[in-house]
């Protein structure tokens, strides 16, 4: 075997984690677009200051339940509208984002395999928690469509899962970017900061939750450009 095919066979071991983890960013935001696509996801007592799903997902009481989704059209329109966001996040956003992270968590093996340990367990049990909530949510939007009064103990059930979901797949934004910054490179420590701050605004948004997109988000792109750039890297060591 030559010079050249070893080392395009050993380029090719280090980088697969890395093309993995960009195709799943991808399909990631595929599915945001399909998501944010499907219509009449307006809250039926016409408030305006955050998503219905994202307060699907934060209400507390059977009175906040009733309030978001009002009466029939509007009732019948908007359960529908969050069991077709729900299907697309159970059939690919969840697999999308737990593989985002487990590939990325994969390529930095080297960088602390302690820490990609933790990282896959809190990527798997925050995707365990979505699939839990989903199911949640979608008994909830069949009992309201069909005017039935909700358990109470579902909605006790879903404060936790939302949470915990939330809060590890923020805490692991900050873990993944801790991994990034044991790279050598100033480029990898600004990369490692921004990650970070993005975990903790998504952190802070356990108490503030229109904070929870724009941090969490914040460092999903952020490790999707890291993926991207580690991707491409000719002289990329593991």
Not at 82 to 108: C, S
Not at 180 to 188: A, D, E, Q, T
Not at 191 to 219: D, E, H, N, T, Y
Request: proline letters at 3%.
């Amino acid at each position: 075997m030559s010079d050249w095919t070893q080392k395009i066979k050993a380029l090719a071991r280090r980088r697969i984690s890395w093309a993995l983890c960009v195709l799943a960013g991808l399909v990631m935001i595929g599915a945001m677009v399909a998501m944010g696509a499907i219509p009449n996801q307006t809250a039926c007592d016409g408030a305006t200051d955050a998503s219905a799903m994202l307060r699907f997902e934060w209400v507390r009481t059977v009175a906040d339940l009733t309030s978001l989704f009002g009466s029939d059209p509007c009732r019948t329109q908007l359960s529908m509208a969050m069991d077709a966001f729900n299907r697309i996040d159970v059939i690919a956003y969840i697999p999308a984002f737990t593989a985002f992270q487990l590939f990325a968590a994969w390529g930095l093996r080297a960088n602390g395999r302690l820490l990609t340990i933790l990282s896959i367990n809190l990527a798997l049990i925050a995707a365990g928690c979505d699939l839990l909530e989903d199911n949640q949510l979608l008994l909830l939007s069949s009992a309201m469509r069909a005017g039935n009064a909700p358990d109470p103990a579902m909605i006790d059930a879903l404060f936790w899962l939302v949470r915990i979901k939330f809060g590890l797949l923020a805490l692991n934004g900050v873990l993944l970017g801790w991994l990034i910054g044991r790279w050598s490179g100033w480029g990898w420590q600004v990369a490692r900061w921004v990650m970070v701050a993005g975990g903790a605004i998504g952190l802070a948004g356990l108490f503030m939750p229109q904070l929870l997109s724009p941090g969490i988000g914040l460092a999903w792109l952020t490790l999707l450009i890291v993926a991207i750039v580690r991707l491409t890297q000719v002289d990329a060591k593991p």
